[in-house]
Every structure is written in structure tokens, then in C-alpha cells.
């Protein structure tokens, strides 16, 4: 299992680096305003990806609120309802259906990242090529602070042990390999 910590800086991280390459050559086909929004809900749609992945819900649980984005994208005049529709759709994802458990602390929790990720999406104010990068990779790094308030038996961390079945295999042949050296000596 993953630990959704790193794993969300570096999603955070390589999404702020594809901007550019995919939505310049999405806006030849499209525009600008669709390729950016169509952008957003792919990135949206991976992050659920790994929201599944991480609290073993079904894809399938993600496929409304994505639908919902979806419509939102291609609807023509939807671009200034469309930020807080994504941001309510993700906190959605994240606290309604990967990590339900209803308390005062992931209320805050998500309020507290969907805000202040909002908050360096607006403070950025991407108008230049850097000011993108910076303010999606920004909006993942206030996103990581979720998993940090959240409980830990909601967010499934790796036991102690190893639960990966390669690493254990791994492990196992070095052990063999090792007994084996000791034993010729």
C-alpha cells in the first residue's frame, strides 16, 4: 500500500509539470478554456483514482461525482462556477465516499485544505507559465495536510510488517541467499 503522503506531493508535483503540454495541445483542438477545465477534471479523476486505491472503495463510487465535472466542462458558459464545483466534488470524493467517517475532524480537515488549496490557486493567480506550476503543486501540498488530520484507522497505512507482497518476497530471497553464503563459509 502507498503511503497517500509522498505519493500526493509527487502527483501534485508531475501535474503542475504536464499543464503545459497537455493544455497547449488540447487548446489547438478546443480552446483554452475547455482544454484547461478538461485538465482539471483528468486530474481530478486520477486523484480519485488513488483516493479508491487507498481507502478500497470501487472506482465505480466516483463515477457520479465525475460525471457531475464532466457536465460542468462541457457546459460553454459554466468557467466561473466551475473552480468551486471541482472543489466541492473533490472534497466530496475524499470525505464522503473514500474516508467516510463523519466527524468535527475531517470536517475541518477538508475545509481546512480545500480552503487554503483555493487559497494558493487565487494567491498565485496563474497568468504565467510558472505561476500554473506553482499554484497546482501548491494546491497538493496544502491537500497532504488531509492525511496528517485525519485518523489513522481511516487512511490504511502499511502495517509495521510487510504487506506488499513483492517486498516480502524480496526480502525472503535475500534471507535464502544469505544463509546460503554463511552456510558455505
Not at 462541457?74 to 470524493?93: E, K, Q, T, Y
Request: hydrophobic content about 55%; overall charge neutral.
Amino acid at each position: 500500500m502507498m503511503n497517500p503522503i509522498p505519493v500526493t506531493l509527487i502527483f501534485g508535483l508531475l501535474s503542475g509539470l504536464s499543464i503545459f503540454p497537455l493544455v497547449h495541445f488540447a487548446t489547438t483542438l478546443v480552446g483554452w478554456a475547455v482544454a484547461l477545465k478538461f485538465f482539471v477534471l483528468i486530474n481530478l479523476t486520477l486523484y480519485g483514482f488513488l483516493l479508491c486505491l487507498w481507502s478500497r472503495k470501487p472506482i465505480v463510487s466516483i463515477a457520479f461525482p465525475l460525471l457531475l465535472v464532466t457536465g460542468m466542462a462541457l457546459w460553454p458558459d459554466s468557467s466561473s462556477a466551475f473552480v468551486p464545483v471541482v472543489l466541492g466534488v473533490f472534497g466530496w470524493i475524499r470525505s464522503a465516499i473514500c474516508f467516510k467517517e463523519l466527524s468535527i475532524r475531517i470536517v475541518l480537515a477538508e475545509m481546512v485544505t480545500i480552503i487554503g488549496g483555493a487559497g494558493f490557486l487565487l494567491f498565485w493567480a496563474p497568468t504565467a507559465a510558472s505561476g500554473f506550476v506553482l499554484a497546482i503543486w501548491f494546491f497538493f501540498l496544502v491537500q497532504t495536510l488531509y492525511f496528517y488530520v485525519v485518523p489513522d484507522t481511516i487512511v490504511d497505512k502499511p502495517a509495521a510488517g510487510i504487506s506488499d507482497p513483492f517486498e516480502h518476497a524480496s526480502l525472503e530471497t535475500e534471507r535464502i541467499l544469505k544463509s546460503g553464503r554463511n552456510e558455505q563459509a
